[in-house]
């Protein structure tokens, strides 16, 4: 495992962590969740090192404004620049070879830009997998209250959050995280919700930067790439939602299932919004089914079509 960066055009530095061979025949790329960090998927690359060892490339990156990597102007905070920080990601560390991409809440909506953001991209995914996300109509979603207060409660929320990073010290935050404990327990978790997740996701919750939470919810709320699934057509694609995932809802699971040709839908009962932590073995083992099929293809492909030409591709800021 290596710790690295990449610098955006628009000049951040974005954290990246990255495991296994470089000459790996397969890249896993793993794209977090909104108020999140790459250890969203921590589960995740646990289970595939164990199943795979390093016979597999894994990244794992902090988004801009989360984690370890650079906070960014609310402007700057949009789906797009993460499609082209993702792209900027694989043109660094894995120039060459197929891609299999997972994306979780905001991450997912960040695989369903890559078609209009990093078209060239394209050609080598040959596995996605889409984790409590939406295509679009976000603006819609009442998390499971009356139409009215649960849209005024939406476009409120996070705010009051941001509110609270501006206004409390980190510390007293850490100390006292009781609007942060309220919302994850409500609105982000299903049954069971085992209290070291919890904790785990007020924790990211507490360290996000208020225009991280304010910049990228105003994008998402115009969030609209439905028209984009269709370049997704025939790729081996696995779309995962929780029945009580009051973000991004089974319908809007079932809208992605049904642009994409051949794409699988699979409802885990009573889980949430934390997919990745909540069904823990659905989401390692749905990944592993799509890492096979890609590593079995690899295999058979003749060894001169093995490696593509390393091609550059300048990111647009």
């Not at 795979?52 to 789906?79: C, F, K, M, N």
């Not at 070879?97 to 994306?103: D, F, K, S, T």
């Amino acid at each position: 495992m290596s710790d690295r960066n990449v610098i955006t055009e628009d000049g951040l530095r974005i954290h990246v962590t990255v495991r296994g061979r470089d000459d790996a025949p397969l890249t896993v790329l793993l794209s977090h969740c909104w108020t999140a960090e790459e250890s969203d998927w921590h589960y995740q690359v646990t289970d595939l090192l164990a199943r795979y060892g390093h016979d597999i490339r894994v990244i794992t990156w902090d988004h801009r404004g989360h984690g370890r990597s650079d906070r960014a102007p609310e402007a700057q905070l949009t789906i797009p620049h993460l499609a082209r920080d993702l792209g900027l990601v694989v043109d660094t560390y894995a120039p060459e070879g197929p891609l299999v991409v997972a994306g979780h809440s905001v991450g997912g909506m960040t695989i369903t830009a890559i078609p209009e953001e990093r078209p060239d991209l394209m050609p080598r995914i040959v596995g996605v997998l889409f984790v409590s996300t939406t295509s679009g109509e976000l603006s819609k979603v009442t998390l499971g209250l009356p139409a009215a207060a649960g849209a005024l409660l939406r476009d409120r929320l996070p705010f009051v959050l941001a509110n609270r990073a501006r206004m409390l010290s980190l510390s007293r935050r850490e100390k006292y995280p009781v609007i942060e404990r309220q919302v994850t327990k409500r609105f982000l978790f299903g049954r069971p919700a085992r209290p070291r997740d919890v904790g785990h996701v007020v924790d990211q919750l507490v360290h996000t930067p208020p225009e991280t939470m304010a910049g990228f919810f105003r994008d998402m709320m115009e969030h609209d790439r439905i028209g984009n699934l269709a370049a997704f057509d025939d790729v081996p694609a696995t779309v995962l939602v929780g029945s009580r995932d009051l973000l991004t809802p089974p319908e809007h699971a079932g809208k992605i299932a049904q642009g994409i040709r051949g794409a699988r839908l699979l409802v885990a009962p009573d889980a949430g919004h934390y997919l990745p932590f909540e069904r823990r073995e659905l989401v390692s083992d749905e990944l592993c089914v799509l890492v096979d099929r890609a590593l079995a293809r690899a295999a058979a492909q003749p060894s001169s079509e093995r490696k593509e030409p390393r091609g550059k591709h300048r990111a647009r800021a």
